[in-house]
């Protein structure tokens, strides 16, 4: 395992032509491109904008604007899911380079996390201008107890957003671990990727992304049992919440440890599976 698992490095090149082979082929045909990466997120916040702002408005004082407070949360779930997703039949669609026999599997889960994510960090700046014009244009909402206007101020703090790629790594670690997991064992046990969309769905609403976890102290244990609820809680309070503190680092940091460990645990999960892919597939 630790032999395969150093040749990685060996493997970056190949990596990279085929992240961008899979970034190309998602839009190739398409008039807009790649510009498209930038569309669909922005598409979405407005979206979002426009139904919680006008048709479902949240009455929720604390994570005003709610669109902006969604989108902080649901920008890296889409990495998160949609990652796993692609990775647990990357290995049985891709059965004509599995069978070759210099070709290292595991890249092929690792591409699908690393493609995800290129999308991700493409959908940041459409995050970020609309903290610019929340920060200049604050938001305001109606206490429907007192009836009085309540003006939400969103503001960053630079000592809070350095946390911000320390965030990023803790989730490259922890989907990349769940990938390679996911991608050996649903070779063997093809019902997995249909288990997993049902339960990537009840994970969703078992995180605190379309609600905050401020407003449910009562779940708080249950919470914290959920590792991506770390994740999304940690985007929210770095990019959201105006508090003058990182108050989630802790999490972070231990979630970090646990990120490695599972990362090490998929990655062997894989090697010792690895002989039973050809055949398989």
């Known amino acids: 395992m630790w032999r395969n698992l150093g040749q990685l490095l060996r493997y970056r090149g190949l990596i990279q032509s085929l992240v961008a082979r899979e970034l190309k082929a998602r839009y190739r045909g398409s008039a807009l491109g790649f510009f498209w990466s930038f569309v669909n997120p922005l598409l979405l916040l407005l ?16 994570v005003q604007p709610y669109a902006l407070f969604l ?8 990495w998160f899911s949609t990652a796993l997703n692609e990775s647990a039949g990357v290995l049985i669609s891709g059965g004509n380079l599995i069978k070759k026999v210099l070709f290292p599997a595991e890249v092929l889960p690792i591409v699908s996390v690393l493609t995800n994510m290129v999308h991700f960090f493409f959908g ?3 995050l970020g201008v609309f903290l610019a014009y929340y920060i200049w244009s604050p938001a305001a909402s109606v206490d429907p107890a007192t009836g009085q206007v309540i003006v939400h101020q969103v503001a960053l703090h630079w000592q809070e957003l350095v946390w911000l790629p ?3 790594l803790v989730q490259l670690m922890l989907t990349t671990g769940l990938a390679l997991l996911l991608s050996s064992i649903t070779v063997l046990f ?3 990727r249909d288990i997993l969309a049902n339960l990537l769905t009840f994970w969703f609403f078992a995180t605190p992304i379309i609600y905050s976890w ?3 102290p009562q779940l708080k244990r249950w919470f914290d049992f959920n590792p991506f609820t770390h994740l999304a809680v940690s985007y929210q309070e770095i990019l959201f919440f105006p508090d003058n503190a990182f108050g989630h680092r802790n999490w972070l940091l231990a979630l970090g440890a646990a990120s490695v460990v599972m990362f090490l645990v998929g990655y062997w999960v894989f090697d010792r599976l690895r002989d039973t892919f050809a055949e398989a597939v």
Not at 71 to 78: C, D, K, R, V
């Open 47 to 62: 979206i979002y904008s426009i139904v919680f702002d006008k048709f479902l408005q949240n009455r929720a004082l604390g």
């Open 190 to 192: 093809r019902d997995i």
């Open 71 to 78: 989108f902080a949360g649901l920008l890296p779930w889409t």
């Open 214 to 216: 401020r407003d449910l």
């Open 124 to 126: 940041l700046p459409i």
């Open 166 to 168: 320390v965030v990023i």
